[in-house]
Nanobody, 125 residues
Framework: QVQLVESGGGLVQAGDSLRLSCAASGRTFNGYVVGWFRQAPGKERDFVAGVRWRGGYALGDSVKGRFTISGDYAKNTVLLQMNSLKPEDTAVYYC???????????????????WGQGTQVTVSS
């Protein structure tokens, strides 16, 4: 069992930056893929970014050039750096993880077994 704890959400203005963190309680991310997804009201849960611990990464098309994902190996944490935020980035952001041998993280939320509680990101215009 993997418990994920997200932090870093909040209310910002368009053009601002935020950094989200995802930590695994009680265990390491070694051998896991970790993804960030977001869900706005009335919409599906969409892939934002993902990383294989000490491996490859992937970004959703809508965030390329603005968001980056990285692993802080010392703190066993995955960071999502969000720059140039837009109102359409407003959503609840979820961290997800799954054991995987894939080099690149999956973009389908069904491939992740463990989920955090979500953190709200609101971008005002």
């Amino acid at each position: 069992q993997v418990q994920l704890v997200e932090s870093g959400g909040g209310l910002v203005q368009a053009g601002d930056s935020l950094r989200l963190s995802c930590a695994a309680s009680g265990r390491t991310f070694n051998g896991y893929v970790v993804g960030w997804f977001r869900q706005a009201p009335g919409k599906e849960r969409d892939f934002v970014a993902g990383v294989r611990w000490r491996g490859g990464y992937a970004l959703g098309d809508s965030v390329k050039g603005r968001f980056t994902i990285s692993g802080d190996y010392a703190k066993n944490t995955v960071l999502l750096q969000m720059n140039s935020l837009k109102p359409e980035d407003t959503a609840v952001y979820y961290c997800a993880a799954d054991r995987s041998t894939k080099w690149s993280p999956p973009m389908d939320p069904k491939e992740y077994a463990y989920w955090g509680q979500g953190t709200q990101v609101t971008v005002s215009s």
